[in-house]
């Protein structure tokens, strides 16, 4: 019968934090029973705790697959292990021995490592416990410590000693690093690791623009770190105050700042960094907007706290149309400012301070947009009768000029415009058409009272010329009565008052009419036929005992 254990003896260390290494034992076979033995002994629950030996075992029927794990070594150098299959029908017993032999040596006991006061890393460790037989005797034991930085994976140190402690300057808490320690003994090597991890952060504490300063907290103790504060490519040297974690800058007044804190290492090595734009102004923002309607913005400036500004000055510049113009605001509240055109501005702050100007403590980056109003008008046509039209017309025209509104705020230079809904235009066209209606009605009326009195003075024999004046002056200049003075020397003395009338025809069957004939000679010029012509304004001329009513 073949053998039913095949063992495998692998030596294998175990890596980071680890001083033990494992190897495994691999029993294959066929029967009703699977048992192990270590120094000629079955394994029981004692010698597996006393060994650290973990056994699993794997049965598909009769097939055995048993796995046994060492560990503690090398205390379990030069350990026999077997291992046993049995069959119970017919019954048979076989058994296959192994020795578990180790070389090589042990990694490095009670790695450890501590800060100083002096802002240096002490590495400190001890001897190797275990090296195989096969070392010489007094072969000489060495180690190579290698310190890393974590982050950027820069060598902060690479040494090789026979000693068992190493300091490394300019290393601190704050730092992430990785610390490993090889024995290096005859052909053999072993490593032990060990790490840190560290905080270099910063962060804005606070911002004092009246002071004015700025202070930022910080991850890693000042006295572990180096912090700077640049402006552009300015070094802030003016340190008010710091503390373990906290360190304020002092800044001048009336300034734009774009800050950029650098933390660094005790060697150089810049960790984090951190930017901030500052204004020491008092003038922190600008509300613009746009509720008119006549070219006009409300203003208002937004102070920072504790503020002791008089106010702000404000100025619009349209750089199209070289248009400047500057607006003084006192207070907090808003200010209705009027530019005096349309035009797209660029906007400027400055602080006002005992009646001074310090800035542009504001200089907004968006651009507003002012559209003026342009007012409406509202025209009405003459009203006329023209000499062929028997009825009086009247025409009214409306005309509302566009109005369009806008203030647009804009990132860049896009904008966004609000234009006037109908409403605004229903007001113009009811005014006019309410006021042409009303003057179509008075001009019924005119027409209707002269239709009545041309009446009532036919009947009465009464000579009347009634004439309304015009915009239009007649193509010849001539007197307007001569015919009527013509008329009266030129007929009979026993002849009635004439009655004048239009050029409109008279029915022959009206017994008031009276011919032509009667009252003139032939030779006599026509009467000349008026032109009734309606406006806004009436006259009347009248002669004799004509009264109107």
């Known amino acids: 019968m073949a053998p039913p254990c095949s063992i495998i003896v692998l030596l294998v260390f175990v890596p980071a934090f680890c001083s033990q290494s494992a190897t495994t034992f691999n029993c294959e076979g066929n029967g009703d029973r699977v048992n192990w033995w270590i120094q000629s002994a079955p394994l029981t629950d004692s010698i597996e705790q006393e060994r650290e030996i973990i056994v699993t075992t794997t049965v598909n029927n009769t097939n055995f697959s048993s796995v046994l794990t060492v560990n503690s070594i090398p205390d379990n150098d030069g350990l026999g292990i077997g291992c046993?299959?049995?069959?119970?029908?017919?019954f048979d017993r076989v058994i296959s021995n192994c020795n578990l032999t180790i070389r090589g040596v042990s990694s490095v006991e009670d790695l450890q490592y501590d800060f100083t006061s002096n802002n240096s890393l002490l590495i400190t460790w001890s001897r190797p416990v275990y090296y195989s037989d096969d070392v010489s005797f007094g072969s000489s034991v060495s180690?190579?410590?290698?310190?890393?930085?974590?982050?950027?994976?820069?060598?902060?140190?690479?040494?090789?000693?026979?000693?068992r402690k190493i300091k490394v300057?300019?290393?601190?808490?704050?730092?992430?690093?990785?610390?490993?320690?090889?024995?290096?003994l005859a052909q053999y090597t072993s490593t032990d690791i060990d790490s840190n991890s560290g905080n270099f952060s910063i962060a804005e504490y606070g911002t004092q623009p009246l002071i004015p300063s700025i202070s930022f907290e910080l991850g890693c103790p000042l006295s572990k770190c180096l912090v700077s504060l640049m402006d552009g490519s300015t070094e802030v040297t003016d340190i008010i105050s710091e503390t373990d974690h906290i360190i304020e800058f002092k800044l001048s007044p009336f300034r734009h700042y774009e800050l950029t804190a650098v933390v660094k290492n005790l060697r150089g090595k810049t960790k984090a960094t951190y930017d901030a734009s500052i204004s020491?102004?008092?003038?922190?923002?600008i509300i613009i907007s746009s509720p008119h309607t006549d070219g006009s913005v409300s203003v208002q400036c937004v102070f920072v706290s504790g503020s002791t500004a008089d106010g702000c000055h404000v100025i619009f510049n349209d750089t199209n149309q070289e248009i400047v113009e500057s607006f003084t605001i006192t207070g907090p509240g808003s200010t209705i400012v009027t530019v005096s055109a349309s035009g797209v501005y660029d906007v400027y702050v400055y602080d006002i301070v005992k009646g001074s100007l310090y800035g542009p403590a504001v200089q907004d980056t968006t651009l507003v947009e002012i559209v003026k109003v342009i007012p409406s008008t509202f025209s009405s046509s003459s009203i006329m009768s023209e000499s062929t039209a028997s009825p009086a017309q009247s025409t009214v025209s409306n005309t509302v000029s566009p109005t369009t509104t806008s203030i647009n705020v804009t990132g860049t230079t896009s904008s966004t415009s609000k234009t006037m809904n109908d409403n605004n235009i229903i007001v113009p066209i009811v005014a006019g058409t309410v006021s042409g209606s009303v003057l179509l009605i008075l001009i019924i009326l005119v027409v209707c009272a002269v239709i009545i009195v041309n009446k009532r003075k036919k009947m009465k024999g009464v000579l009347i010329r009634s004439e309304f004046a015009t915009i239009q002056q007649p193509q010849a200049e001539t007197n307007r009565y001569q015919d009527v003075h013509e008329l009266r020397n030129e007929g009979p003395n026993n002849t009635s008052p004439l009655l004048l009338t239009s050029?409109?025809?008279?029915?022959?069957?009206?017994?008031?009419?009276?011919?032509?004939?009667?009252?003139?000679?032939?030779?006599?010029?026509?009467?000349?036929?008026?032109n009734v012509e309606v406006n806004i304004s009436i006259s009347c001329d009248c002669f004799d005992n004509v009264v109107l009513l």
């Open 169 to 184: 300057v300019n290393v601190t808490k704050c730092d992430t690093f990785n610390i490993s320690v090889t024995v290096i």
């Open 143 to 163: 180690y190579q410590v290698l310190v890393t930085d974590e982050e950027d994976g820069d060598i902060i140190l690479d040494e090789t000693i026979a000693n």
């Open 84 to 90: 046993e299959v049995i069959t119970f029908n017919p």
């Open 280 to 285: 020491t102004f008092h003038t922190r923002d």
């Open 503 to 530: 050029s409109r025809l008279i029915n022959e069957e009206n017994p008031y009419h009276v011919t032509r004939s009667k009252f003139l000679p032939d030779n006599h010029p026509t009467i000349p036929s008026h």
